[in-house]
Nanobody, 115 residues
Framework: QVQLVESGGGLVQAGESLTLSCTTS????????FAWYRQAPGKQREFVAF???????MYADSVKGRFTISGDIAKGTVSLQMASLKAEDTAVYFCNQDSYGLNYWGRGTQVTVSS
């Protein structure tokens, strides 16, 4: 059973920074990519960023230039550095692992940005 555990969430003020981390318990040889998603109250879960095994990254337009994803897939870890946080970044952030068609999710970590 693959488990993803996120950490690093918290309460910050607008303009501040926060780093989220995620670690997988499963084997890493079959991981294609890690991603971060988020879900704000009353809204659908949305894509934030991903990093592939080959190092390719992609970001949602809403976080481009402010967030940085980095991952060590061989070690089964991924982080999300968030800078210049805005109130609209408030959400539960979920770590996702793509193992070539099999998707796994963490339980999420709350990020709250006060304005």
């Amino acid at each position: 059973q693959v488990q993803l555990v996120e950490s690093g969430g918290g309460l910050v003020q607008a303009g501040e920074s926060l780093t989220l981390s995620c670690t997988t318990s499963g084997t890493t040889s079959n991981i294609n990519a890690f991603a971060w998603y988020r879900q704000a109250p009353g809204k659908q879960r949305e894509f934030v960023a991903f990093v592939k095994r080959d190092g390719t990254t992609m970001y949602a337009d809403s976080v481009k230039g402010r967030f940085t994803i980095s991952g060590d897939i061989a070690k089964g870890t991924v982080s999300l550095q968030m800078a210049s946080l805005k109130a609209e970044d408030t959400a539960v952030y979920f770590c996702n692992q793509d193992s070539y068609g099999l998707n796994y999710w963490g339980r999420g970590t709350q990020v709250t940005v006060s304005s």
